[in-house]
C-alpha cells in the first residue's frame, strides 16, 4: 500500500459495503472520499461482499486444512482526491 496501512475488519454476511463503510469511518474520518475496490475492480457499496464476488472462503481453506485464517480476502480503497470535508 502507498501508506502501508491495513486494517482489518471482521464483517456480518448481511452487511453491505456502505454499512462497513460507516464503521471504517472510526478508523479513518474521511472514509467517503475513497474508491472501494477488489482484483481492480470498483465495488457495489449498496451490495453485500458476496453480491460483489468478494465470497467467504473459510470452509474450502478448513476442507483443504489449511485454516480459515490463512486465507482473509482484501479490498484496496483509493482516495478520490475530492476536497470533501471529514
Do not use: C
Amino acid at each position: 500500500t502507498l501508506t502501508s496501512q491495513d486494517h482489518e475488519l471482521e464483517v456480518a454476511s448481511e452487511e453491505t459495503l456502505h454499512e462497513i463503510q460507516k464503521r471504517y469511518f472510526a478508523i479513518n474520518k474521511h472514509a467517503g472520499s475513497y474508491t472501494w475496490k477488489r482484483l481492480k475492480k470498483p465495488l457495489n457499496m449498496q451490495k453485500t461482499l458476496e453480491e460483489n464476488h468478494v465470497f467467504d472462503e473459510s470452509e474450502e481453506m478448513n476442507r483443504l486444512r489449511i485454516g480459515e485464517k490463512a486465507y482473509t480476502p482484501t479490498l484496496h480503497i483509493y482516495f478520490n482526491d475530492d476536497l470533501s470535508v471529514a
